[in-house]
């Protein structure tokens, strides 16, 4: 879905569809880089990291499989307590591989710094985290980020995964929701 069909339900857009084609490969290069010689295991959180997931995965030269987690944080309303449960768990053992979780975006941090620690207590050689986007909050918790796509402002943003009740995750660029549209 491209901006102008929901040109009037954003305000702005902050991540052009040229720009997250061009910042993914360049994640991707670091990436192989890295792991130049071996294989990753590439971790996704549904539902938000599929966009992000499907191109930073082509993207890659080195070899690399998929698997992903559903995950939803106990909270009252829209505050997130930190306590998170596991909705889907991989579908394989990770013990010794090398495991990049893919995220759409660190807002509190806190769901990637449970799902770290998550995958590092299962024995897992190496773990990773790239994430497409950062918010400022993110700041202020210890979260283990090795790549970040574009730090973005605390507003609300849409596009690319990302959601408002499930709309717009296929908008192709990512935009601040307009207000009118959530109050
Ligand atoms: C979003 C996002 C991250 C998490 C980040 O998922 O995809 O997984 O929140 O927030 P945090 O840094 O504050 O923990 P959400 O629960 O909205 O599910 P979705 O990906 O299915 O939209």
Partial sequence: MNLESVKNQITKVLVTEEQIVG????LAAEIDAKYAGKEVLLVGVLKGAVMFMADLSRALQIPSTMDWMALSSYGSGTVSSGVIRILKDLDAEIHGKHVIIVEDIIDSGLTL??????LESRGAASVDVVAFLRKPDAAKVDVPVW???FDIPNEFVVGYGLDYNEHYRTLNCVAVLDPKVYS
């Fill in 147 to 149: 790549l970040v796509g």
């Fill in 23 to 26: 910042r993914v490969a360049e």
């Fill in 113 to 118: 710094s449970w799902l770290a620690g998550t």
